[in-house]
């Protein structure tokens, strides 16, 4: 079992900045892989961030540019530093961790993005 505990959201103007947080705990051995998401209402869960194990990230071409998701091993946490905030951007955030088999998802954190 792998617990995600996300944090860092909140609401913030246009333009601005917000760093999102994703902790780790438990049997997070053989983690191939942390993604971030994000959710709006009567929408589907659309993929945001990604990053290896080995470092790759890769990332949806609408926060390209913008977003950047990186990880502190000592700290088994993943980070989403989201630079240029659209109201477009505005959604409950989601982190995901995924081993072979299996995935895990945390509990979510809003991001509200004014005009």
């Known amino acids: 079992q792998v617990d995600l505990v996300e944090s860092g959201g909140g609401l913030v103007q246009a333009g601005g900045s917000l760093r999102l947080s994703c902790a780790a705990s438990g049997s997070i051995f053989a983690i191939n892989a942390m993604y971030w998401y994000r959710q709006t209402p009567g929408k589907q869960r659309e993929w945001v961030a990604t990053?290896?194990?080995?470092?790759?990230?890769n990332y949806a071409d609408s926060v390209k540019g913008r977003f950047t998701i990186s990880r502190d091993n000592a700290k088994n946490t993943v980070y989403l530093q989201m630079n240029s905030l659209k109201p477009e951007d505005t959604a409950v955030y989601y982190c995901k961790a995924r081993k072979t088999i299996t995935t895990y998802w945390g509990q979510g954190t809003q991001v509200t993005v004014s005009s």
């Open positions: 990053i290896t194990v080995g470092g790759d990230t």
